[in-house]
């Protein structure tokens, strides 16, 4: 049996086309005051391929699983967490990357958890570029217990993007029985590399598709859907500068797919990069 003071802590990241945010990520994780004992990075789909050689040597091992096809965020963190399940690790230390994790941070979760480290499932706070704090369960460095994977499985690999981590960690963890913890003191940074300008015409399909999914498949209850779908359609009509019909159409198409419950990856993709840090 595993002591619970000697956790084995694997600090996964999952990283698309962004080979400086995740080089930042991982300096971060090897500056930490309390380390995690490997670093698993998936590649998903990268052009070129993540080259673990290439990355800083922080003295932590590390390794790289490669996914040839990019299957979101949702398909993505399903590939990591699938393989944590397949190793030794007791808890997984999640983040996307463009988080930058202060060195106090897994240090504090895990002081946070430590006392129940099976059902160890916090998250740090999240401050945003512009600086505003956000405190919400998803891939910011999110610590979970294996024994809490055992049991829910993995995230939904057919969401792709949007709302995989609402369902995993706002509603399957929690309806489990393990409540999301929020560590004040723990802190990461958060540069949205992938953001600015317009959003793609994929992101307003699969947003609009998932949004209805998880409320009427899952919830089975309006919540606070007709709030957030007028939004959707609002920054389509309103913010977005270029493609407004074409926005809107694929909104309209991610309702239908939603309300049917058609899954998977239905909407073309074009690759996202980082800007320049």
């Not at 993505?76 to 106090?104: C, H, K, N, S, Y």
């Not at 049991?151 to 309806?175: Q, S």
């Amino acid at each position: 049996m595993t002591d619970a003071k000697a956790p084995q802590i694997a600090a996964l990241v999952l990283s698309h086309n962004a080979p400086q945010a995740l080089a930042r990520c991982v300096s971060a994780i090897g500056a930490q005051t309390q380390r995690p004992g490997w670093i698993v990075v998936v590649d998903n789909a990268s052009s070129p391929p993540v080259d673990a050689a290439s990355l800083p040597s922080v003295g932590i091992p590390l390794r790289v699983v490669r996914s040839d096809t990019n299957l979101g965020p949702a398909g993505g963190w399903a590939i990591a967490l699938r393989d944590f399940l397949e190793g030794d690790g007791t808890q997984a230390w999640i983040m996307d990357d463009d988080i930058v994790p202060e060195p106090e941070c897994l240090e504090r979760l895990w002081a946070a958890v430590s006392d129940d480290p099976t059902s160890a499932f916090a998250v740090p706070v999240s401050i945003q570029p512009d600086g505003a704090v956000g405190r919400w369960g998803s891939w910011c460095g999110l610590v979970i217990a294996r024994q809490i994977v055992e049991k829910v499985g993995l995230p939904m690999e057919e969401l792709f993007w949007w709302a995989e981590d609402t369902e995993y960690c706002h509603w399957r963890i929690p309806n489990a029985g393990y409540p999301l913890r929020f560590i004040e003191d723990a802190v990461v940074h958060h540069d949205a590399i992938r953001q600015g300008g317009d959003l793609p015409t994929w992101k307003y399909y699969y947003e609009s598709r998932n949004m209805l999914y998880f409320h009427w498949h899952i919830m089975h209850r309006t919540g606070r859907y007709p709030r957030n779908f007028a939004r959707l359609i609002g920054r389509a009509a309103v913010r977005q500068k270029q493609a407004k019909l074409a926005s809107l159409w694929a909104i309209a198409k991610g309702f239908v797919d939603g309300a049917f419950g058609r899954l998977g990856i239905r909407y073309p993709i074009v690759p996202l990069r980082e800007r320049n840090l």
